[in-house]
């Protein structure tokens, strides 16, 4: 097999050593955990630029954003999938709003819960003028699937600007990695608020992360 090595992905060239460098200098600054929100009429008012990282439950919206942010526990991590069921709001001071959105499809909500969870994702991404970009996450052994299609035609509708972040790269092998960034970078050409690249990370073994990062930076400059 293949050595696995995310480096030498097409898709991963455009970052030089000065972008890597400010993203590593950002995710160094004290993060902090602001919120928690559960419901549409509390929504508070942020005056820096916001991200915010969507995706399945279980795909590893908050892993990533402790790995990102050199932290553990910073966001609430599970096994089980449902564990963010509301919207949390990060900040890294004076710099940048981060938040993680609670799981879609996460099949044994109840009815009632999915669409209250949706409900609130969807005003929350709505009526966010503070909103810079969407990191939409994507198990590496899943790939997109249909809810994630419906997520991004939401997101186009809508016209936010989003970005697939492949999680778990650890758990597929190297070709396996490229002939789905292929996949995703055709269905990214059919959507105008998608970014043409993925980008690749592994929370575990830290792949792709330092690029994350500096894709981050460039936002708030
Ligand atoms: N192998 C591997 N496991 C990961 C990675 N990222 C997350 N996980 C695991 O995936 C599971 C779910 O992670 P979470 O970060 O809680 O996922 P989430 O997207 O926040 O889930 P919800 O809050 O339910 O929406 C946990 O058991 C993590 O340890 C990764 O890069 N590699
Ligand atoms: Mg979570």
Redesign the pocket.
């Known amino acids: 097999m293949e050595k696995k090595d995310s480096k030498t992905l097409p898709s991963l060239e455009n970052f030089s050593i000065n972008d890597i460098k400010a993203g590593k200098e950002l995710f160094s600054k004290q993060v902090l955990f602001r919120l928690g929100i559960k419901n549409e009429d509390k929504f508070p008012s942020i005056n820096l630029p916001e991200i915010a990282f969507a ?10 954003i ?1 790995t990102l942010s050199f932290q553990k526990k910073i ?10 069921q509301q919207i949390n709001f990060f900040e890294i001071i004076d710099n940048l709003s981060i938040v ?1 959105l ?2 879609y499809g ?1 099949a044994n909500a109840s009815k009632l819960d999915k669409a209250n969870w949706s409900k609130l994702i969807e005003i929350y991404l709505i009526n966010n003028s503070a909103l810079n970009r969407v990191f939409l ?1 994507i198990d590496s052994r899943r790939g997109i699937g249909k809810i994630d299609l419906s997520f991004m035609d939401f997101l186009e509708k809508y016209a936010i600007v989003f970005e697939i972040v492949l ?5 597929i092998d190297y070709q396996s990695s490229k002939v789905l960034v292929s996949k995703i970078e055709k269905i990214n050409s059919t959507f105008t608020t998608a970014f043409p690249r993925v980008i690749l ?4 073994n830290n792949d792709g992360l330092d690029k994350l990062r500096a894709e981050i930076a460039k936002i708030i400059l």
């Open positions: 995706g399945r439950s279980n795909v590893g919206k908050s892993t990533l402790n966001a609430r991590v599970s096994k089980k999938p449902g564990s963010t993680d609670p799981g996460f996450l999680t778990k790269i650890d758990k990370t592994s929370s575990k």
